[in-house]
């Protein structure tokens, strides 16, 4: 099952481990079963403190295995194949049942061992999709280090009869005690604050006793990121406040355009941005978000942030770089169906619709681009773009008109999702031209029509334009002395992530300009 190279570099990790793990398969006769059970003997091989046992007895999914320690059988399980994005689920649920230490805050760790109730959560996973192993890694390690959580990680693929059954349009998918928990990305911290009760008013407490900030950066992606490591780097006292870390960057797959970086993929350059704030003294406030920002009353004096959670903390500048998030439609049924058919990430989703037939609505470069890697799993893509023509680049274009399978409809006015209560069955369009309605049956429609600002929570305090962007000038700076913006959330032309790095690092230089003028 793994190659040469693979096992060679999981021998490596294996070396890690300072107690015994143990492998408990169960499996029937299905090809699914021989392949899991090849698997986990390869790895078994790699370590002289992994032992492999099969039991097809026990009252559960078949094929799946547990990693635990001898005597135990509590620990994370895996129903399916945890391979493709879930293989780093895979070692590091080994390495932490075997003893390596996570790398999370020693103060959320210990939450999570004194968490009190039994939680049994189940993921459904593809493994296409570059959301689900930050979940399963975060239930996988609540489920290692408290005895009284318990998490099966299940590939959709393998159970396909589940997905139908429990009517699972969107991964990753979490049911909690057999009932629906949340649907799509969720760190660590946001999954013990949703279990652990009073853990938000635990936090607000501890924020409402922070020293105010010379700097407090609202928003940590790459535009806060690099406006942290900058401010940081003068030897000023900086806050980073950020609802996860890396932002919209998490929502993407390839990157191919951050220069002097060939090639990567969003979740490894979140890393790394977050590797390099963390080399430097940086007060770090993950999930959080703000709800209001107040000016100072004077100029030179503390600005004041209001978080969702109902804490307070004060700064002398602000920079605000709380990013976009995808547009919505916003036509009939399309919140009902939500997670139900009505999805934003074709690389998560894409799978669980194969050989159905689907809708991306989008004409430019992120909706050609999806339609062209959904023509290679789903039985027909039609694609629905607004104005009289794409705009997605002309290399794109040529690709997509290529594919046999898929249908392009320009002039096209979304009205309405169609469903059955419980899915999507299909949408209604509008012919601009010939103001002809159309029905189209589909399982799943794919919205790909760009970003709005996160900017709804500074209603009166500074100015906004007409699509709720940030008016900044060419030093990042809005209407209100002392607070900045950057990024994605402001009117600065052309959202990308090599952009938004650059306005943090302006932003951070054009606060510490204000503090020395204003001290």
Not at 49 to 55: E, S, Y
Request: aromatic residues 6%; hydrophobic residues 40%.
């Amino acid at each position: 099952m793994l190659d040469i190279n693979m096992k060679t570099q999981l021998k490596t990790y294996l070396e890690k481990l300072t107690k015994p793990v143990e492998l408990i398969a169960t499996l029937d006769n299905s090809v699914k079963s021989s392949e899991l059970g090849a698997l986990l003997a390869d790895i078994a091989g790699l370590s002289d403190k992994i032992t492999f046992t099969i039991n097809n007895d026990l009252p559960v999914r078949k094929p799946s295995f547990l990693i635990t320690n001898p005597g135990s059988d509590k620990g994370p399980r895996f129903a399916g194949s945890p391979l493709g994005h879930e293989f780093t689920s895979l070692v590091l649920a080994l390495l932490q049942t075997g003893g390596h230490p996570s790398k999370e805050s020693q103060d959320l760790l210990e939450q999570i061992r004194e968490i009190d109730g039994d939680f049994h959560f189940e993921t459904y996973y593809s493994l296409s999709c570059h959301n689900c192993p930050d979940v399963v890694q975060a239930l996988n390690l609540m489920s290692v280090l408290n005895p009284r959580i318990s998490h099966t990680a299940i590939d959709g693929g393998v159970y396909q009869n589940e997905i139908t059954d429990r009517n699972v349009m969107g991964v990753p998918a979490v049911f909690l005690n057999g009932k629906e928990f949340g649907q799509g990305r969720m760190t660590l911290a946001e999954i013990v604050s949703k279990i652990d009760t009073g853990a938000e008013k635990r936090a607000a407490e501890a924020l409402n006793k922070r020293e105010a900030y010379d700097v407090l950066i609202v928003g940590s992606g790459p535009a806060g990121a690099a406006a942290a490591v900058y401010s940081a780097r003068k030897g000023i006292r900086t806050g980073l406040m950020g609802e996860r870390f890396g932002g919209q960057v998490l929502d993407t797959v390839d990157i191919e355009n951050y220069i002097s970086v060939p090639k990567t993929e969003g979740q490894k350059l979140a890393g790394a941005l977050k590797a390099h704030v963390d080399d430097y003294d940086v007060d770090v406030i993950d999930t959080q978000s703000a709800s209001k920002l107040i000016p100072a009353q004077t100029e030179g004096g503390l600005h004041q942030i209001q978080t969702a959670s109902g804490a307070t903390l004060s700064a002398r500048s602000i920079i605000i770089a709380t990013g976009a998030k995808w547009r919505n439609m916003n036509v009939p049924g399309e919140e009902q169906y939500r997670t139900k058919g009505v999805t934003y990430c074709p690389h998560c989703d894409g799978p669980l619709f194969k050989g159905k037939r689907v809708a991306v609505i989008g004409g430019g470069n992120s909706g050609v681009e999806a339609a062209i890697d959904l023509a290679g799993l789903v039985e027909h893509v039609t694609l629905l773009e607004f104005a009289p023509e794409m705009k997605a680049d002309q290399v794109l274009q040529k690709k997509l008109r290529s594919l046999k399978n898929v249908d392009i409809i320009l002039n096209a006015q979304t009205l309405e999702v169609k469903g059955d209560g419980s899915k999507v069955t299909g949408l209604k369009y509008q012919d601009r031209v010939t103001q002809e309605v159309h029905d189209i049956e589909l399982a799943g429609i794919f919205v790909q029509i760009g970003l709005l600002p996160n900017t709804n929570w500074l209603e009166g305090s500074v100015e906004r334009n007409r699509m709720g962007e940030i008016i900044t000038d060419a030093k990042c700076e809005t209407t209100v002395k002392g607070v900045f913006a950057a990024g994605d959330c402001t009117t600065v032309p052309y959202k990308q992530i090599i952009i938004a790095t650059g306005e943090g690092a302006k932003a951070s230089l054009s606060a510490f300009d204000y503090l020395i003028r204003h001290s």
